[in-house]
C-alpha cells in the first residue's frame, strides 16, 4: 500500500463487497482483487481478506434479524461445525504449498453457482422425497458438505459463500432471503476462526484490513435489506451469473 488513494480504494472496494456478499454474492468477488491492486502478495491478499472479512458477520447479523428470529438452535448445531472446517482450511493454507488447490477452486464455485440456477427443481424433488421416505444417504448431505466448503472457505474463501447457500437451499431452507442469513452467519463463523488463525501465523496485513473492514462493516449492513426486497428468481439468477464469472476469472488467473 502506498498512501491515502489506496485506503480509499479499499474502503470502497470493502463496501461494495460487503453488501454483494451478505446479499448472496462473493465478496471476494471485489475484495481481493481490490487487495492485489494495491500491491498485496497473493497469499498475502488472500489471508488479508478472510481475515477483513470477519467484520461481515457483526453487520449481517444486525440486518438479519427477521430472517433469524428462532434459528438459535439450528444455528448452535451448524456453527460449530462450520467453524471446524474453517480451522482445518486455514491450517492446511499454511501447511502446504501455494497453488495446491488453484485449478480446483473454479469447478467448485461454477458447480455452487450452477447449484443455485436448479435449486428450485432439487428442493422440489427433496420436498417429494421426504413425504415418501427418509433417506440416510440425503440425511448426510447437510454436514458433509458444510464441513467440505467451510475447509475451502478457510483456505481460499472465494466461492465459498455461493457453495453454502447453495447447500443450504437444497438441504435445509428453500426461502431465499432465510437461507442467505443463515449463509452469513455460517460463514461469518469459519471466518472468524479463520482469521485467529491467521491472525497468529499468517502474513495478515493489517493496514489494508482496517479500511476493507471498516467498509465489508458497512456494506454487509446494506446487503440483506438487499436480499429482503429482491424477488428470490432475480436473486438467484444475479448471484448465480456472478458466481460463474468469478469461476471464469479464477480459472483465467488462478488465485493462489
Known sequence: MTGLDDIALLAAAGVIAGLVGSAGGITSLLSYPALLAVGLPALSANVTNLVAGVACWPGAALA?????AGRGRWL????????????????????????TFARVVPFLVAAGSLALLVQPWLVGDASRRRHGHTSG?????????LIAVS????????GSGVMT???LLITAEPHMATA?????????????VSALVFAVFGPVDWVA?????LGMFIGSTLGPRVARRLPATLLRW??????IGLAIQLWINPGE
Do not use: C, D, H
Request: hydrophobic fraction near 55%; proline fraction near 7%.
Open 151 to 158: 475447509v475451502y472457505g478457510g483456505y481460499f474463501g472465494a
Open 209 to 213: 484490513v482496517l479500511p476493507l473492514g
Open 180 to 192: 442467505n442469513a443463515l449463509k452469513n452467519m455460517l460463514i461469518g463463523a469459519l471466518t472468524l
Open 165 to 167: 447457500l447453495a447447500l
Open 64 to 68: 438479519s434479524q427477521p430472517e433469524l
Open 137 to 145: 444417504v440425503r440425511g448426510a448431505v447437510l454436514p458433509v458438505g
Open 76 to 99: 448452535r448445531r451448524w456453527v460449530l461445525l462450520s467453524a471446524l472446517g474453517g480451522a482445518m482450511g486455514s491450517v492446511l493454507l499454511l501447511s502446504t504449498p501455494p497453488g
Open 238 to 243: 444475479l448471484v448465480a451469473l456472478i458466481g
